[in-house]
């Protein structure tokens, strides 16, 4: 019932519905970007699309936020 | 001239609806079906996947939860009845020089549509209010709401050793599913009240089976249900491995802490209504019981503004019953409207006389209770050290804040403008509050012309028409 | 007592107490909000040089950008001599843009068509050339207008300047003919001049003295880009479109590409102008303008996201001159605004000149140009 999607070429598996942000944080990776000036790691926080902490990269597009990004199988996800 | 008519003459260049509703929550979906159910032609425009709102968030195969089917029941409806946009998030509405309004959203691929309405009802909802503290930009501190969301909407639990704080009856049911998902919850902090679960408000206001099983859930998993105090500090290098909590004072001052270990922190203080829309469109606002700004509506729904309507946490904080009737209302006063475009304010009253005005008045007095009950305490600002971050999006520490009042800034606006906090990504919605509070004054209605980002590719290809999104 | 009450505490009204106090006189700076809340809190922070036509306004810009650097040099903010890039689409354009950098006797580069893209890279093709102008500059102006102000108040003698900020001009006090004060909403202020640097609403306190002073809002909007990663764009790059709109008298909307990186990582997009009074309605259609022209420059851009967008108020005088110097309808008073959308590049000149007139020095420039009566009395 699952699909996989890799995040910087390792394998996360994901349950059809879930968002990136979701996958990622279920499979342990709690953060996957750096802040601008003071290299902060960063993962969820508002969890609904509110506060742009969770952006990332998907399938090499422009950076979007993960929690609302439904993971399809064979994305390719690449954290900073 | 009819709306009819006017549809009719629009027919050749694309769709005109008679409604088009943004937010797909209870409110939402109850105004859009209500309208649809009587023959008007309705849209719904809604950033998620699924339609659902927060409370109403479901996972791909839905679990069980109260209320849920309903709604489900009532989404499917919609769907068969109306054009239903899932994805697409609106960052502007506008009104067109004959009086029609179009909602502009970003398409699920990045594409420019702009949906054209008679009528719109705002139905955005909330998202949490949080307070900054040092730490709470950590990896595995989230909102609440946040936490909530991973559960409901995607099957996954936050964490596995979790404190839940912050201030309000939301921190309950957060607590208990998480404890039911099966994390360790190490303990809820309330800040506020000073009473203890069996003296918990909710039971105050009649709702006794409600705070009976969130306290009976709380300690079948054996979570700590503590009052008067609040997580102040989150500790750890990549991520929180441990929190300070306090025993507060009355004003939310630190008498006492302790370190808690726990790999995952849910906070938050009571919601922010997201009324962006309504203030694009020039819509009146007031300061709601807890100081938030709302819309100012009318018995009918109606905001200040013709033809534009509001439901739902947007004109204050209530929860998903309250924000479901107010749905059915605006839906009624829609529908009455359409049929009598030049009636005054008695037809509309008309229509929402009885039974859902009254239940309506009684969760409205519910919802302001409850804000009554849990209001944010000054204290927390003493939490803060100077490099605490206020901005997450700008890394503006507190300091910064402080130096630009120094410079000259007495408004929340100017610390903005020498500081920037508020400048970046999310545009203010999480620091907001604190820099508002910081500033020493109520919180400003938001001046967010471009509510969510748009590609400049898109933002132009506005400038030519549209059709709507079919 | 002050000598000198200096009404707005914007960049050209920090500027002016900031100069004044430099000179030994006491000043008061009063606003009705707080520091840099109007239109210095609404604009880019620009310093050109570039889109001057030769004459007093280009004068004042040369000193006022010296002055800048000189200033930043104390500390509190960053002059970022990012360098203006004025790009022609026709090599008709081109010519003209290079007749006009000739006349104007500022450093430049003529850049050829083929150079156009060693000074930024994602420049659209087929453009025709352009006219590079190093000294073009920005400062971020709400700290500018802060410090300058702080410095002013630190540096300068013995608590000299003081500021009051949320205090509103109510009317003047006058002894005869002479203003020797203002009310406000927190009583009587008292002194021996009065400076009026309201900006936008540099106008409405010139009525209060009795004096018209045709000053009148012109809107413009800023569209702002999430932050790059990497910086696309170096320069501030306009197109000449921009110089003729700044000196079109045009009430309706005028539109052109002006698109610059910031250290913050965003992308600044302007321009609009128009005059539709104090009103802050947004117009998605000018913002889409504003965006096309932008994508028209930058075609990199298309998939940049705009994250906020914010507009502000720009004091226009109908001939495009700022006001500066003694009113000789009302002893003591004197203007300091109506500088439309380059107030922060000339806000140092303007403090420095009206400093010298007010401490009875001659002052570096003629002022003439800019004298508040030049006006004709009837509405224009």
């Known amino acids: 019932m699952t699909f996989a999607i890799t995040v910087d070429g390792r394998s996360v598996p994901v349950v059809p519905g879930q968002t990136i942000g979701a996958a990622l944080h279920a499979a342990g990776i709690r953060s996957w970007r750096a802040t601008r000036f003071g290299a902060r790691p960063r993962g969820l926080f508002c969890g609904i699309g509110v506060c742009f902490d969770c952006l990332i990269s998907v399938n090499g597009r422009a950076p979007e936020r993960a929690c609302l990004v439904e993971a399809a199988p064979g994305d390719e996800v690449t954290t900073s | ?470 | 007592m002050s000598d000198v009450i200096v009404v707005g505490a914007g960049v050209v009204g920090a500027a002016c107490a900031y100069y004044a106090a430099r000179a030994g006189l006491d000043v008061t700076v009063i606003d009705r909000g707080p520091v840099a809340g109007g239109t210095t809190g609404s604009g880019e922070g620009n310093v050109l040089v570039s889109d001057k036509e030769p004459g007093p306004e280009l004068e004042l810009a040369v000193l006022s950008n010296r002055l800048w650097r000189t200033l930043a040099g104390h500390g509190g903010f960053e002059f970022e001599a990012k360098g203006g890039l004025v790009v022609a689409e026709t090599s008709e354009i081109q010519r003209r843009l290079v007749d006009l950098a000739a006349k104007q006797d500022v450093e430049h580069a003529v850049v050829p068509a083929g150079a156009l893209r060693d000074y930024e890279p994602h420049l659209a093709p087929g453009l025709a050339g352009g006219v590079f102008y190093p000294q073009d500059a920005q400062v971020q102006p709400m700290l500018a207008a802060a410090t300058l102000l702080k410095h002013g108040a630190d540096k300068y003698g013995r608590g000299t300047l003081r500021l009051r900020l949320g205090v509103g001009v109510t009317g003047f006090i006058r002894s005869g003919e002479r203003v020797t004060g203002v009310r406000t909403t927190h009583g009587d202020v008292l002194g021996g001049a009065v400076v009026n640097a309201a900006g936008t609403w540099g106008g409405e306190v010139a009525a209060l003295a009795g004096v018209r002073l045709p000053v009148l809002p012109r809107r413009g909007f800023i569209l702002v880009t999430e932050p790059l990663s990497e910086p696309l764009i170096r320069h501030k790059v306009y197109t000449a479109a921009y110089v003729t709109n700044v000196a079109s008298d045009s009430a309706g909307l005028e539109t052109s590409a002006v698109v610059e990186g910031t250290v913050a990582g965003t992308v600044l997009i302007g321009a609009s102008r128009e005059r539709v009074g104090f009103d802050r309605t947004t117009s998605v259609p000018v913002l889409a303008r504003l965006a096309g022209q932008a994508v028209a420059l930058f075609p990199v851009l298309r998939g940049v996201r705009v994250i906020r967008s914010y507009c502000g108020f720009r004091p226009y005088c109908p001939d495009h001159l700022p006001v500066i110097g003694a009113d000789p309808r009302v002893p003591g008073l004197y203007h300091a605004c109506g500088h439309e959308g380059a107030g922060i590049g000339l806000a140092p000149a303007t403090g420095h000149l009206l400093a010298q007139v007010l401490s009875g020095a001659r002052p570096d420039l003629d002022l003439s140009p800019f004298r508040p009566d030049r006006f004709p009395e009837e509405a224009s």
């Open chain 2, 1 to 470: 001239m009819t709306d009819v008519v006017t549809d009719e003459a629009r027919a050749g260049e694309g769709v005109t609806y008679d409604l088009v509703v943004v937010g797909g929550g209870p409110a939402g979906v109850a105004g859009a079906l209500t309208a649809a159910l009587a023959g008007l032609r309705v849209a719904l425009v809604d950033s998620s996947a699924r339609l659902g709102g927060q409370y109403f968030r479901h996972t791909a195969v839905p679990a069980r939860a109260p209320g849920l089917d309903r709604f489900l029941r009532q989404a499917r409806a919609l769907s068969d009845r109306a054009e239903v946009l899932s994805r697409h998030q609106v960052w502007s509405v506008t009104r067109e020089p004959d009086g029609d309004l179009l909602v502009h959203a970003n398409s699920p691929e990045g594409g420019a549509v702009a949906v054209r309405g008679r009528r719109l009802l705002i139905a955005t909802g909330a998202y949490d209010r949080p307070l900054p503290f040092p730490g709470w930009d950590l990896p595995g501190v989230l909102t609440a709401g946040g936490a909530q969301a991973l559960l409901k909407g995607n099957g996954v639990v936050a964490g596995r050793r979790v404190v839940v704080s912050g201030t309000g009856p939301f921190l309950l049911p957060v607590a208990t599913g998480l404890a039911a998902a099966g994390a360790k919850v190490l303990g809820v902090y309330e800040a506020g009240g000073g009473l203890g679960l069996a003296r918990h408000p909710l039971l105050a206001l009649g709702k006794a089976g409600e705070a009976a099983g969130y306290a009976v859930s709380l300690a079948r998993h054996r979570v700590p249900y503590l009052t008067r105090h609040a997580v102040v500090e989150a500790h750890g290098e990549r991520e929180v491995e441990a929190v300070t909590v306090a025993r507060l004072g009355r004003r939310w001052n630190v008498l006492a802490t302790r370190i808690v270990e726990c790999d995952t922190v849910a906070v938050g203080y009571g919601f922010v209504p997201q009324i962006d829309l309504g203030v694009q469109l020039g819509c009146a606002t007031r300061h709601d019981v807890d100081g938030s700004p709302i819309l100012e509506t009318d018995a009918a729904q109606r905001t200040t503004v013709p033809m534009v309507w509001a439901a739902g946490e947007p004109t204050g904080v209530g929860g998903w019953r309250l924000a479901e009737i107010e749905g059915r209302i605006a839906g009624r006063s829609i529908i009455a409207h359409r049929r009598a475009p030049g009636a005054g304010v008695e037809v509309a009253a008309g229509e929402v006389a009885g039974v859902l005005a009254r239940r309506r008045d009684r969760w409205r007095a519910f919802g302001a209770a409850l804000q009554q009950a849990y209001p944010v305490e000054p204290g927390w600002q003493g939490w803060l050290r100077d490099d605490t971050l206020v901005c997450r999006c700008e890394e503006v520490p507190l300091a910064r804040i402080r130096e630009a009042q120094e410079l000259g800034a007495t408004d929340a606006r100017s610390i903005k403008l020498l500081a920037r906090p508020g400048m970046g990504w999310c545009q203010g919605r999480i620091c907001g509050y604190a820099v508002a509070c910081l500033a020493g004054e109520p919180q400003q209605p938001p001046r967010r012309p471009i509510a969510q980002p748009v590609t400049l590719g898109a933002l132009s290809d506005t400038d030519t028409p549209h059709d709507s999104a079919h």
